[in-house]
């Protein structure tokens, strides 16, 4: 087992509250010692701007932010960074544009090494082996489905409960990530809107938790756990997911 430490965050902004702000303290715990970091743009359009909201956001951590776009060896930059942080927007487009700069190898690399791996929404799905269970439209083709297998289970973020009371008669959450699971073996892990996964893993030591508080206010819990044989709400430690 490799050193690493993961926080992946379903999503970046809670209704009505600051970009990062209602995961500060995990966020403040999990960079702790880091005083820089490398952004990762590339799942929106606008790369300078999107890196300018990450670094007046972690100016609040003491934190300097530098956006991947402009590092001249962008694989250098991973390498040799403290943290990085995958911001979220659109899954495809961001793995589109990674494996166009043979760039997933080399952050998997690094954060197995120690370089720690901070990411919200598809920066959050692209840890786990695949994109299949992201919620994104593909807007771009991505050359493959395959991402960093940073985790050994599909991850949905921003998962959301169907509400009963509702007479809208189309596809489900739920029922998508069904869909995936009769063509595909499990498990998926899907985070409500306001949670988080981490993971601490040293050597012959792993802790992963489910953590955080599910926006919705119908939601039981901070999350689902889907397979083919049942589906069950989760929380707190779930190590036992890594085997």
């Known amino acids: 087992?490799?050193?690493?430490?993961?926080?992946?965050?379903?999503?970046?902004?809670?209704?009505?509250?600051?970009?990062?702000?209602?995961?500060?303290?995990v966020i403040g715990d999990h960079l702790d010692g880091v005083d820089s970091l490398i952004f990762v743009p590339y799942a929106m359009h606008d790369h300078d701007a999107y890196t300018e909201k990450a670094r007046d956001a972690f100016?609040?951590?003491?934190?300097?932010?530098?956006?991947?776009?402009?590092?001249?060896?962008?694989?250098?930059?991973?390498?040799?960074?403290?943290?990085v942080f995958v911001g979220g927007g659109n899954t495809f487009r961001l793995v589109r544009r990674l494996r166009q700069d043979n760039l997933l190898m080399v952050i998997k690399d690094a954060v197995r090494s120690g370089v720690r791996y901070l990411a919200a929404s598809a920066g959050s799905n692209i840890a786990a082996p695949t994109l299949s269970t992201t919620n994104d439209m593909p807007?771009?083709?991505?050359?493959?489905?395959?991402?960093?297998?940073?985790?050994?289970?599909?991850?949905?973020?921003?998962?959301?409960?169907?509400?009963?009371?509702?007479?809208?008669a189309g596809e489900t959450r739920e029922l998508r990530l069904q869909e995936y699971l009769e063509e595909n073996q499990g498990?998926?892990?899907?985070?409500?809107?306001?949670?988080?996964?981490?993971?601490?893993?040293?050597?012959?030591?792993?802790?992963?938790?489910i953590g955080g508080t599910a926006v919705a206010r119908r939601a039981p819990g901070p999350?689902?756990?889907?397979?083919?044989?049942?589906?069950?709400?989760i929380s707190g430690n779930v190590s036992s997911l890594f085997g």
């Open 1 to 25: 087992m490799t050193i690493m430490r993961l926080l992946l965050l379903s999503n970046s902004t809670n209704h009505g509250q600051d970009y990062l702000s209602h995961a500060r303290g």
């Open 59 to 83: 100016a609040g951590w003491g934190v300097s932010v530098t956006g991947l776009h402009t590092a001249g060896d962008p694989a250098a930059a991973i390498q040799t960074a403290q943290a």
């Open 139 to 168: 807007i771009v083709e991505p050359g493959g489905f395959g991402t960093l297998g940073l985790i050994p289970f599909q991850l949905n973020c921003h998962y959301l409960d169907a509400d009963p009371g509702s007479t809208h």
């Open 187 to 209: 498990p998926v892990l899907a985070l409500r809107e306001g949670t988080y996964l981490r993971v601490i893993s040293d050597h012959d030591q792993l802790v992963a938790e």
């Open 223 to 233: 999350a689902r756990l889907f397979s083919r044989d049942a589906t069950r709400e």
